[in-house]
C-alpha cells in the first residue's frame, strides 16, 4: 500500500485533505467541525486511532515483500505457498521469508505465525488493452432507446437490435449508461446513477416477450398489447416520456406469470447459473424478498427502515426469512439468469462498454451488505464549482478507504467484476473518485464538505486484475476538475482518457492516442440541443442561470470542426463533427446515439430535479428504425471512413 492518507500529501492521518481549491480555483479549508464529523463517520475519534491492518500490494514478476518468520501464503484457489527465506536486508540481519515473484494475479492471504491474516493483491500492474484499436462504436442510454415493440422503455433485445446496426456498419464497441440493479418497488428510481446495488442488473431491462414460456401464457396477447402501448404515455405537458413504473408494473405482472407457469420446471442452465452466483446471488435474492416482505406489512422498501432485526445481512430474521419465502428468493434470482441469457444474445462481436455508478443508494443492497465498510453520517458530493455555484450533494455514502483496505478491496473487486460479466469494456464515472472524493457530513450544507483520499494505487491495481481478468479495456470519465497529474497516474495504469469536443480547446486531431473521443455525454446538451438553441431554452425553463453568452462556447466549437457558419443544416453539423472525431488519434471513437437521431433533450441537466424530466426522455428514432436513417447512416459511414484516415 502506498503512503497516501499519512500526512505527505496535505492530509491528516485518516487521509483528510486540510486544504483544497473548489471549482473555482478559491482555496478553502474545512472547518473543525467538517473534520470531526468525518473521522467520525470513519469510525475513528482521532486520526491517529487508525491501527487496522492494510492490504499489501505487489506486482506480478516484481520481488514480492519480506514478511514475518512463520507466514504462509495462501492463494485464492485455496492452496498453500511455501515461503522461502532469505538473507536479511541491509536494515535487518535477520533472514526472513519473501513472496516469490510468480505468484499470480489475485486476490490472497498471508497469515502470519499468530494466525493474522492481511490480504495480499497480486497485480499486472496496469490494465490491458486487448481489443484491435483504433474502433470506433456507439454510446447509448438504453431505457432511451426503445424499438416499435418495447414495452415503454429501451430493453436487453434492443440492445441486440442496436448491436446489430453498429456491427453490419463497422462499429465495435456500444457504451451503455449503469445498468445497476433498483429496490424492487412500486416506482423505480428514475437515475441510473443511485442504484441499490452495483453487482446486479436491472430487471427492467428484460425484453419480457423474448422470455421462454412467454407466448405460452393464455392472457400473452394482451399482456403484449398493453406493454408496447406504454410507448405513447405522455405527461400533463404533452411530452411523450418514460414512466418507469408504468413500465415495471407491466413487466413485472407479465414475469410473475411466466414464473408461476414455468418454475417446476428444471433446467440446467438456470441451475448453473444459480450454483456459479452462489451466497452472492442468494443474498441478492434473499434481500429483494425481505423488501417486498417489509412492503406486504405496509413499511419501507428501504433497509434503513425495516425493523432493526431485518437490518444485518447475517441476522437470525433475514435468514428465517429467507427459508420461508424461498420461491421468492429464486423469483429474483432467476429474474438475473433472463438478463444474462439476454445479455448474451446480445451478440459479442464488439466491445460492450458498461458504465459503473460512482456510488450506490444508502437506503439499499450494496449499503446494507457492506454497512461494515461503508460510511455514515455522510454523502459525496462536489465542491462549488461553475455548474453548481452552492456545491453538489449526490446523497450517496463513500466506502472507508481504511475499512476497504484492510477487507483486501473485496467489495470494490466484486463491483467491477460484477460489471464486466458480458462485456469487454468498463467505464469508470468520475474517475477522480479513485483518488478522492468530497464527503459532506450530515447537517452541513454542501459547500462545507472535505475531500477524503483514497488508496489510488491499489484500487488502479484492482480495476488491472478485474480487467485482465475479463480481457477488457477501461476508459475513465476524467472530466470536470481534474487534479494535477491524475491523467499521468491513469495512463501509466493503462486507464484510457475521455476526450470532448465540448470541453477540449484543441482540435479533435491533437487530443491524446490513449483516450476515447467524443462530442458529448449525458449531462451535457446534444449537438441538436445546441444548434437549435432548444438546450438554453430547457435550462432557463428549469430556473437555472444561463450566461449571457448562451452556448456560444459550444456553437463556436461546432463551427469549427464542420468549418460552418451558423446558417448550416444541422445534419451537416453532425456529420462534420463526428467526422472530426473519428479522425482523431484517439484508440475509440464515439458518437452518441442521441446525435445520430437528432435528440434535442440531453438526458440529464445536473442541478435540477422535478424541474427537467431526467433520464426519462426517449429518443426520437425507434431503435429499429436507424436502419436507413438518413442521419444515423451518414454519421455511420463518417466515423468509419474517419477511423480509416486517421494517422
Known sequence: ??????????????????????????????????????????????????????????????????????????????????????????????????????????????????????????????????????????????????????????????????????????????????????????????????????????????????????????????????????????????????????????????????????????????????????????????????????????????????????????????????????????????????????????????????????GFASDGFDAWRWQDVTATGVRIGAPPDPLGPDGQDWGLPPFVPWKLSAAGYRPFAETVRAVLTRARGLRVDHVMGLFRLFWLPEGLDAHQGAYVRFHRHDLLHVLAIESTRAGAVVVGEDLGTVEPGIRDVLGEAGVLSTRLLWFEEQPPSQWPAQAMAAVTTHDLPTVAGVWSGVDLDDRRAAGLAVPPEGDEGFRHRLRVAASCDDRARLDDVVVSAYRQIAASPCQIATAALDDLTGAVHRPNIPGTIDEHPDWRIPLPVPVDQLEGHPLAEQVAVAMADGRSLRP
Open 1 to 358: 500500500m502506498n503512503d497516501e492518507g499519512t500526512g505527505t500529501d496535505g492530509t491528516d492521518g485518516a487521509g483528510v485533505v486540510l486544504s483544497h481549491l473548489d471549482g473555482f480555483g478559491r482555496p478553502c479549508r474545512p472547518s473543525d467541525r467538517t473534520i470531526e464529523a468525518v473521522h467520525r463517520a470513519m469510525g475513528l475519534d482521532r486520526p491517529d486511532d487508525l491501527t487496522a491492518t492494510a492490504s499489501i500490494v505487489m506486482i506480478t514478476g516484481e520481488q514480492g515483500p519480506e514478511v514475518s518468520s512463520g507466514t504462509e501464503l495462501h492463494l485464492e484457489d485455496g492452496t498453500t505457498v511455501s515461503l522461502v527465506c532469505t538473507a536479511g536486508p541491509t536494515r535487518s540481519p535477520e533472514r526472513r521469508p519473501i513472496v516469490p515473484p510468480d505468484i499470480p494475479i489475485g486476490y490472497h492471504q498471508l497469515i502470519g505465525p499468530n494466525g493474522t491474516a492481511r490480504p495480499l493483491l497480486v497485480s499486472p500492474g496496469r490494465c490491458p488493452l486487448p481489443v484491435d484499436l483504433p474502433i470506433w462504436g456507439v454510446t447509448a442510454q438504453l431505457y432511451a432507446a426503445r424499438g416499435s415493440r418495447s414495452w415503454g422503455i429501451g430493453d436487453l433485445g434492443d440492445l441486440a437490435t442496436l448491436n446489430g446496426w453498429v456491427t453490419r456498419r463497422g462499429g465495435a464497441v456500444v457504451g451503455l449508461n449503469p445498468l445497476h440493479a433498483p429496490t424492487p418497488s412500486p416506482r423505480p428510481p428514475d437515475s441510473p446513477y443511485s442504484p441499490s446495488t452495483r453487482l446486479w442488473r436491472d430487471p427492467s431491462s428484460i425484453d419480457v416477450e423474448a422470455v421462454p414460456g412467454f407466448t405460452a401464457l393464455t392472457d400473452a396477447e394482451d399482456l403484449r398489447r398493453h406493454g408496447r402501448s406504454l410507448g405513447d404515455r405522455r405527461d400533463r405537458a404533452g411530452r411523450l416520456l418514460i414512466d418507469r413504473g408504468a413500465v415495471w408494473a407491466a413487466k413485472r405482472a407479465a414475469l410473475e406469470s411466466v414464473w408461476h407457469q414455468e418454475r417446476g420446471r428444471s433446467d440446467p442452465d438456470l441451475e448453473r447459473f444459480l450454483r456459479d452466483g452462489g451466497t452472492d446471488l442468494h443474498l441478492w435474492g434473499t434481500y429483494c424478498a425481505v423488501a417486498e416482505l417489509m412492503q406486504e406489512r405496509g413499511l419501507s422498501p428501504r433497509w434503513t427502515d425495516w425493523p432493526v432485526e431485518f437490518r444485518r445481512p447475517d441476522s437470525t430474521a433475514v435468514s428465517a426469512t429467507a427459508a420461508d419465502r424461498a420461491d421468492r428468493v429464486r423469483f429474483w434470482c432467476w429474474l438475473q439468469w433472463l438478463i444474462d441469457r439476454q445479455l448474451t444474445a446480445a451478440g459479442s462481436d464488439h466491445v460492450v462498454l458498461n458504465d459503473l455508478a460512482v
